[in-house]
């Protein structure tokens, strides 16, 4: 509310809509809604609102800070009361945890026992302190009696952990070793090319045979010897010596080697707010397209952006001086583009099923992945078989220990080899270049893999993969098998999911890392606690209908970035998950955003090629 007086909406729900979705979940299906919607019915009109929280919410659990239990733990119940059902929603979510149909047979205290109750016409409920339970009195249609209902809900899934099963809940964090038998070991050691020697031909005279005869060819080589001293005037004249040598007068050339660099690390400015001013805007192609992705590099020189015209541009920091690289190799849309965590290699992956590796001083790719199984050189072999999808992601994983590609419903894990580049032109082009594959794991409950995401900034076990079928699967590559699945997290197929891996900048508890995003058309930004198996908050302030637009954690953890439709991009403060800024000004919709990993700035891509860089200074140029 505004000093003034007033108020603002800030969500909206049908709730019966959320009744029909249990219902469809219980029936083992799920129906199909119509793009407008249906209208409300009068027979399903509320008539009574109550909210329900247990007081002990934030006491179990003291390992968080306040601020972030109150926005992420703290979750209360709304009970909906209408003409046949109560309904329970989840406050942070306004998602239905759980329903009561009045058809449906009902235990009873009173006898004769009630087993349906009538249509009701009003409906009152309150929280008795003493056993935090509700009750509800219902009027009942062409009824001279009410009914009294105990209503006992069940407790939070997060509130329940005690300090004991924290320690054994699921992390971004590595907290087991490795299995014995783990993939996470395997080692990429490239093979020595043997030398190869030419044998030696003799230049000696031709030799002869035992019996007088000549050879036809020479003889091996054996040492020259003179039985006779050879006398020569050359050997015998005594060397000459300097008398003296001739001093210039100059300094020795001779360098003492300078000490070496040390780079002094940088770290983020906690203290700074979140980036809402306009540094610049960039428009790296020509020609306007479509960027579908954006990243940072670790060091914030560069940022890498994919285009739809097959190109990888490359924007050199400061952004003010316009330094941009076009790299070409991809006959395909670049869906996908990340940083290694050294910041010197660049990875993408395009629709034209194949994944390469480049470095920013070079125009041709390192390395090139158009294969399924594994090759020891850089040209794929005619044997081997292609992948049979695009790629759709590909990332550096484990400390860049691993490259990870999804295509169609499966994830593949390489480990490579990047030779050491020559100078010369021609042994360039004699790379060794390569990549074998390590494993391969199939998403057997969907037909494709929509979106993934994972760790690279530390080691991590844990990779969150979303697919076709609504539902978010977090994969366990130690024991190589899924650890927690998560169906309809979302009405539509998630084409984002987004981590918190903070920056080498900047450090954060453990249960900060705990915390990822996934976002999926006409459903918003949903955000998820890696230690309960529901969404503890949904952001839906932006606007996105069609478009996949992504969002991102800033390295301070204190804000989220999202794109959106209406030429605008939305900062969300994390300790209240309202919008902070509306980034406005864009000339076509967001698709892609990211945070400079050691300062407070931000770059969004649009839809029509345009890059636009905020910061938190009031500067413009």
């Known amino acids: 509310m505004s000093p003034r007086g007033g108020y603002r909406a800030l969500l909206q729900c049908e709730v019966w809509r959320e009744r029909d979705r249990i219902l469809a ?82 235990p009873s205290c009173v006898m004769p026992p009630l087993t349906v109750l009538p249509v009701a016409t009003s409906s009152t409920m309150t929280t008795c302190p003493t056993d935090n339970q509700v009750y509800s ?127 002094e690390r940088k770290l983020y400015p906690l203290e700074r707010g979140a980036p809402a001013h306009v540094l610049c805007r960039l428009q790296p192609s020509s020609s306007p397209t479509s960027l579908t992705s954006l990243s940072f590099s670790g060091d914030g020189g560069y940022v890498s952006c994919g285009a739809a015209d097959t190109a990888v541009y490359l924007l050199r920091l400061p952004p003010s001086q316009g330094k941009i690289q076009a790299l070409t190799g991809h006959d395909g849309t670049v869906q996908s583009v990340d940083w290694s965590h050294s910041g010197d290699l660049l990875l993408t992956g395009s629709a034209d099923r194949t994944a390469k590796l480049w470095t920013p001083t070079q125009k041709d ?50 480990k490579y080899h990047i030779h050491s580049q020559p100078t010369d032109d021609i042994k360039r082009y004699l790379n060794s270049s390569g990549y074998k594959l390590v494993q391969t794991l199939p998403m057997e409950k969907t037909q494709s893999i929509t979106c993934m995401s994972c760790i690279n900034e530390f080691l991590s076990h844990l990779v969150v993969v979303g697919g076709s079928n609504k539902s978010v699967d977090v994969i366990d590559m130690n024991v190589g098998r899924s650890v927690r699945y998560m169906g309809d997290c979302h009405t539509r197929p998630p084409h984002w999911a987004g981590l918190n891996k903070g920056s080498r900048g900047v450090a954060h508890p453990s249960w900060a890392y705990d915390l990822f995003l996934t976002a999926a058309p006409t459903d918003g930004v949903k955000l998820w606690d890696l230690r309960s198996d529901r969404c503890v908050r949904c952001l839906s302030a932006h606007v996105s209908r069609c478009h996949a637009v992504t969002a991102e954690f800033s390295p301070c953890s204190r804000f989220i970035a999202t794109g959106s439709e209406d030429r605008s991009a939305y900062i969300y403060d994390l300790r209240t998950l309202s919008p902070l800024h509306k980034l406005s000004g864009h000339s076509d919709t967001v698709t892609s955003v990211t945070f400079h990993p050691l300062s407070p700035m931000l770059a969004t891509a649009t839809i029509n090629g345009q890059v636009t860089f905020f910061t938190a200074d009031s500067q413009t140029v």
């Open 25 to 106: 979940r219980h029936e083992g299906g799920e129906r199909e809604e119509d793009e407008g919607g249906e209208e409300t019915e009068a027979g399903t009109a509320v008539l009574g609102l109550h909210y329900w929280s247990s007081s002990s919410s934030l006491s179990s659990n003291q390992r968080l800070p306040k601020e972030i239990s109150e926005a992420v733990l703290d979750t209360g119940r709304l009970l909906v009361a209408g003409h046949s059902s109560i309904l329970a929603l989840d406050t942070n979510t306004l998602q239905a945890v759980g329903f009561l149909e009045f058809r449906d047979p009902i």
């Open 365 to 414: 790719p390192l390395l090139t992945i158009s294969q399924s199984q594994s090759t020891s050189k850089l040209k794929s072999t005619a044997g081997g078989s292609g992948f049979p999808a695009a790629i759709s992601r590909a990332v550096f994983y484990y400390l860049d220990k691993f490259l990870l590609l999804s295509s169609s419903n499966s994830l593949h894990l390489y």
């Open 137 to 263: 009195v219902l009027n009942g249609m062409f009824e001279k009696t009410v009914s009294l209902l105990t209503l006992s809900l069940p407790p939070n899934k997060r509130e329940k952990h005690s300090q004991e099963i924290y320690e054994q809940m699921l992390s971004f964090l590595s907290r087991a070793p490795l299995a014995p038998n783990s993939v996470l070991r395997s080692e990429f050691i490239p093979k020595p090319r043997p030398e190869t020697t030419k044998p030696k031909q003799s230049t000696g005279p031709v030799g002869r045979k035992k019996n007088g005869g000549t050879s036809g060819g020479a003889v091996a080589d054996k040492p020259l010897t003179f039985r006779n001293k050879v006398k020569s005037s050359g050997y015998t004249v005594p060397p000459r010596t300097k008398m003296f040598t001739p001093s210039t007068g100059g300094r020795s050339k001779t360098k003492t080697p300078a000490p070496p660099k040390t780079r």
